[in-house]
């Protein structure tokens, strides 16, 4: 059975688990709309219409975790985009804890993937709603975990927890998440308020002691073209710092490739 961690409840957090339904974000934010205040996880065994970044499909078999958390006004506007790294560094706590593999074989990859051993085993997508048009700022947070299957022909390498873990479910999964995520929002909270100059600081901080790809050379797939370049760190908003023949550079969004790994050379 699913279920939250006892520090979660304790925090105020809720639990809706169903059998399956078309996408848990697609849920969290009819919740939103329908005036849930959150914190509301929301959890599926199965996703008929489950989607990743830029709408791409993903790939929702049973055995896995799919997991939405809705949050109401969790932090100004501008702030938001600092969630996803929360988020990333909640999953990786929760799945060092489950499976006893932590970096550098377990590694966070910009801007929202979860790695293991160089392939991808979980994706996040964070995405925010103004209710209304003026009321409340919803946020949601889609966790997609690979757990029991990884799927075959994506754009990059995928694996499963399983690998490392034989017997590993979802149940474990979640109530790890949903305990480490408490306690890194909390944090997060609490240091947005003590450190006035540089709120994402301390959690840049831990999530770059987990990258993937750091101080090395780089590919971003962007709308406009590829780019190459020496990943350098994050800058105060979460902005990829990329050092170019031309210059340096900040990146919003894109994809990550790390061409020093052979298995990040095919194309998607």
Same mark, same amino acid.
């Given at each position: 059975?699913?279920?939250?961690?006892?520090? +979660? *409840?304790?925090?105020?957090?809720?639990?809706?688990?169903?059998?399956?339904?078309?996408?848990?974000?697609?849920?969290?934010?009819?919740?939103? $709309?329908?005036?849930?205040?959150?914190?509301?996880?929301?959890? +599926?065994?199965?996703?008929?219409?489950?989607?990743?970044?830029?709408?791409?499909? @993903?790939?929702?078999? %049973?055995?896995?975790?799919? =997991?939405?958390?809705?949050?109401?006004?969790?932090? *100004?506007?501008?702030? =938001?985009? %600092?969630?996803?790294?929360?988020?990333?560094?909640? !999953?990786?706590?929760?799945? *060092?804890?489950?499976?006893?593999?932590?970096?550098?074989?377990?590694?966070?990859?910009?801007?929202?993937?979860? &790695?293991?051993?160089?392939?991808?085993?979980?994706?996040? &997508?964070?995405?925010?709603?103004?209710?209304?048009?003026?009321?409340?700022?919803?946020?949601?947070?889609?966790?997609? /975990?690979?757990? =029991?299957?990884?799927?075959? #022909?994506?754009?990059?390498?995928?694996?499963?927890?399983?690998?490392? $873990?034989?017997?590993?479910?979802?149940?474990?999964?979640?109530?790890?998440?949903?305990?480490?995520?408490? $306690?890194?929002?909390?944090?997060?909270?609490?240091?947005?308020?003590?450190?006035?100059?540089?709120?994402? #600081?301390?959690?840049?901080? !831990? @999530?770059? *002691?987990?990258?993937?790809?750091?101080?090395?050379? /780089?590919? !971003?797939?962007?709308?406009? #073209?590829?780019?190459?370049?020496?990943?350098?760190? &994050?800058?105060?908003? #979460?902005?990829?710092?990329?050092?170019?023949? +031309?210059?340096?550079?900040?990146?919003? =969004?894109?994809?990550?490739?790390?061409?020093?790994?052979?298995?990040?050379?095919?194309?998607?």
């Amino acid at each position: 059975m699913v279920d939250l961690s006892p520090e +979660s *409840e304790a925090a105020g957090y809720r639990l809706i688990s169903t059998g399956a339904t078309d996408s848990t974000n697609d849920d969290a934010l009819r919740a939103a $709309r329908s005036g849930d205040p959150g914190p509301l996880w929301i959890v +599926s065994a199965e996703q008929r219409a489950g989607r990743g970044r830029h709408g791409r499909q @993903w790939s929702s078999p %049973q055995g896995n975790l799919y =997991a939405s958390l809705l949050l109401t006004d969790p932090c *100004e506007a501008q702030h =938001a985009p %600092q969630l996803g790294f929360v988020a990333g560094l909640a !999953l990786h706590e929760a799945v *060092e804890a489950v499976t006893g593999v932590g970096a550098p074989r377990l590694s966070l990859k910009w801007p929202n993937d979860l &790695l293991l051993d160089g392939a991808k085993v979980s994706g996040l &997508l964070l995405e925010g709603h103004r209710i209304d048009g003026h009321g409340p700022l919803a946020i949601v947070i889609g966790f997609g /975990v690979n757990v =029991a299957f990884a799927p075959t #022909g994506t754009p990059y390498p995928a694996s499963s927890l399983q690998t490392v $873990r034989p017997g590993l479910n979802r149940e474990t999964v979640f109530r790890a998440l949903s305990a480490a995520f408490a $306690r890194t929002f909390s944090a997060w909270r609490n240091g947005t308020r003590m450190n006035a100059a540089d709120p994402f #600081g301390p959690i840049r901080r !831990l @999530w770059l *002691e987990r990258a993937a790809g750091l101080g090395h050379e /780089v590919t !971003l797939r962007l709308p406009s #073209g590829e780019k190459r370049g020496v990943f350098e760190g &994050l800058d105060r908003s #979460g902005r990829l710092q990329l050092k170019t023949v +031309s210059g340096a550079e900040l990146i919003d =969004a894109g994809d990550l490739y790390f061409p020093h790994r052979l298995h990040d050379i095919a194309k998607p």
